[in-house]
Nanobody, 132 residues
Framework: QVQLVESGGGLVQPGGSLRLSCAAS????????IGWYRRVPGKEREGLSC????????NYADSVKGRFTISSDNAKNTVYLHMDNLKPEDTAVYYC?????????????????????????WGKGTLVTVSS
């Protein structure tokens, strides 16, 4: 009953855009800090972006800053990651996660996206492929 489900992945050409969705069920996302992450085979999970439960603060990894935008819609219990100017190196499985408590929130406020350690709930991922 408690789960996160990512959607919106797919195949796009370099320079294209996608919007990923992270829909929560069984709990309210507006009580959690939310993060987006990605992983490619053979590499460690990479933190991309986070947003606090209030939506007042969001931060980004340097690799996606200026290209990716995180947002939330409390009415839909959903968090989004809009990705612009996609590059082949953005190809990965993208995950969202939710973390409860002041520690996770504080790290996001301070600009530390992290790799997602300590997050309470994880989705199963959605694949984004950027190729010409």
């Amino acid at each position: 009953q408690v789960q996160l489900v990512e959607s919106g992945g797919g195949l796009v050409q370099p320079g294209g855009s996608l919007r990923l969705s992270c829909a929560a069920s069984g709990f309210a996302l507006d009580s959690y800090t939310i993060g987006w992450y990605r992983r490619v085979p053979g590499k460690e999970r990479e933190g991309l972006s986070c947003i606090t439960s209030s939506g007042a603060t969001s931060n980004y990894a340097d690799s996606v800053k200026g290209r990716f935008t995180i947002s939330s819609d409390n009415a839909k219990n959903t968090v989004y990651l809009h990705m612009d100017n996609l590059k082949p190196e953005d190809t990965a499985v993208y995950y969202c996660a939710a973390g409860y408590g002041q520690t996770v929130q504080a790290m996001c406020v301070m600009g530390s996206v992290t790799k997602g350690y300590g997050m309470d709930y994880w989705g199963k991922g959605t694949l984004v492929t950027v190729s010409s």
